[in-house]
């Protein structure tokens, strides 16, 4: 089920709203948190009921592991120690990972190295395994260091599968999520939230099926025709991309956001006007916010830890070992693993230079480098192979520039070309459609306050009534085409 369909608008969500605060109003705790489990578990199931024991396993697994680590007595005789525990967590939770999401492409490259025929295992990506999965790993590393209270299974539970999140994150912490699941007063209808709320929901909804559903159509066909594009079209190819992957999943996080705060719910920022950034340290602040903390706290401080001095240079080794484990985190294909290797290069480049530059680069001239660094990394994310990434590449710097006209009077020249006055006319309407889109969004992310800093400024009145209810049937208008938010395959 999408954020972005009728089904999930105008059905589960009220639905979901209404019995869960008519059984709060009742004083039915457990059963109103029950409920939620139920709409959450439903929710994942829409897509493929056969994963659901998939994720109830995991669950069941993880909670009972922590549980162990939280209840451990390390002067008892113990067969298994503490540490052994933690262990067993991880290497289930990364082998299950690795199973369903890598598995094939381990495969592929041992049979291109070995010259091996091992047959494929064409297994479906379970949906969110990424996500549930990296919660619960920081969840049980945490439980062995001590900073874990939770023994409650019902609230463990709603923190792992919560609906607005399960899918594409945030990816939440338990400290931040899970006194908000036990405090009374998230039980009790909040007006300024539900407000607040349907705002974020509906500017997040805009985003999707107004911005970056339109720069999708520009870039799929691009990239479909990554061998034949001219320097013009490839660079519109890819500057479609890049906003296409912002406005997506800024705008799922949006909706994630506004969708928990009907219910009290507060989820992590994880966006804050990346395309601003005037350094890729900078970028990696803003962008992906929550799995940039992940990243940091769960990978690159134990792999920093791991070594007995501490320098700048083992730093950034961590650094870039941080961000390619990151890139493969995304996806198994060697694109998503170049992808990584250039942010963790770029990384390190950006802390050399802050520690021994003396060149003061102007704020311009660093937002320019940083978000062409990121537009062009972004063709590696988006393309099927390397080979396609690297057509669209080279036609960005060596393509042919093809001029076209309008004019009657060349028709005479073009038409024993072979080109028709009428495909000229047509070819150049959309060229500058796609440009106009373009330079619209460069405004947007340049000018415009961000949905976050909106959100904190919001105060329930007419104006932003009305600002909400346009924007949110004008996003309606255009939900004849469902389509699937981008991070759903990760």
């Known amino acids: 089920m999408l954020f972005n369909s009728y089904e999930f608008i105008f059905i589960f969500l009220p639905l979901s709203f209404f019995v869960y605060f008519y059984l709060t109003s009742k004083r039915l705790v457990t059963a109103s948190k029950a409920w939620l489990i139920f709409t959450s578990l439903f929710f994942y199931s829409w897509w493929n009921i056969a994963y659901l024991p998939l994720i109830l396993i995991s669950i069941l697994f993880n909670y009972s592991l922590s549980k162990s680590m939280l209840e451990f007595k390390e002067h008892n005789k113990n067969y298994i120690s503490k540490a052994n525990l933690l262990q067993i967590g991880l290497i289930l939770n990364i082998g299950l990972l690795i199973y369903f999401k890598y598995m094939d492409f381990f495969i592929t490259n041992t049979n291109i190295v070995l010259s091996s025929d091992i047959p494929l295992l064409h ?33 463990y539970t709603i923190f792992v599968i919560f609906f607005p999140q399960l899918i594409a994150g945030p990816i939440v912490h338990h400290a931040e999520m899970m006194p908000q699941f036990a405090s009374k007063w998230n039980m009790i209808k909040n007006y300024k939230n539900i407000s607040a709320g349907f705002f974020i929901f509906s500017i997040g909804l805009f985003k999707k099926v107004a911005i970056a559903d339109t720069f999708a159509t520009w870039a799929n066909a691009g990239f479909n025709n ?86 700048f240079a083992k730093a950034m080794f961590a650094t870039f070992a941080a961000m390619f484990i990151s890139g493969l985190w995304h996806g198994a294909g060697w694109n998503y693993i170049v992808w990584g290797a250039l942010h963790g290069f770029a990384l390190i480049t950006n802390h050399y230079w802050q520690k021994y530059s003396k060149i003061k680069m102007s704020k311009f001239l660093a937002w320019f480098i940083t978000f062409n660094f990121v537009n062009v990394t972004l063709i590696f994310f988006k393309a099927s192979s390397l080979s396609q990434a690297m057509d669209v590449l080279s036609n960005m710097i060596m393509g042919n520039v093809v001029l076209y006209y309008k004019l009657e009077s060349f028709l005479s020249f073009l038409t024993p070309l072979g080109v028709s006055f009428e495909t000229v006319f047509v070819d150049i309407g959309a060229k500058s ?39 949110f049937m004008a996003s309606i208008s255009m939900l004849s085409n469902f389509s699937e938010f981008l991070y759903f395959n990760f």
């Open 433 to 471: 459609q796609t440009f106009a889109y373009i330079i619209i969004a460069f405004i947007i992310i340049l000018s415009f306050k961000n949905s976050n800093e909106l959100t904190n400024k919001f105060r329930p009145s007419i104006l932003n009534l009305a600002y909400t209810f346009i924007l």
């Open 123 to 155: 297994l479906a990506l379970p949906l969110a395994i990424s996500f549930f999965t990296l919660q619960q790993i920081a969840f049980l590393i945490d439980s062995y260091e001590g900073l874990v209270e939770e023994k409650n299974f019902i609230d």
């Open 226 to 311: 990554s061998e034949t594009l001219n320097l013009l079209e490839a660079w519109a190819t890819s500057l479609s991309y890049t906003f296409q992957m912002y406005f997506d999943f800024s705008g799922y996080t949006d909706m994630a956001i506004g969708a928990a705060l009907l219910f009290n719910i507060k989820l992590p920022q994880n966006f804050n006007s990346p395309y601003k950034a005037t350094g890729i340290i900078d970028f990696w602040q803003r962008w992906h916010i929550t799995l940039t903390v992940f990243i940091k706290t769960y990978v690159y401080t134990p792999i920093l830890k791991s070594f007995a001095k501490i320098t």
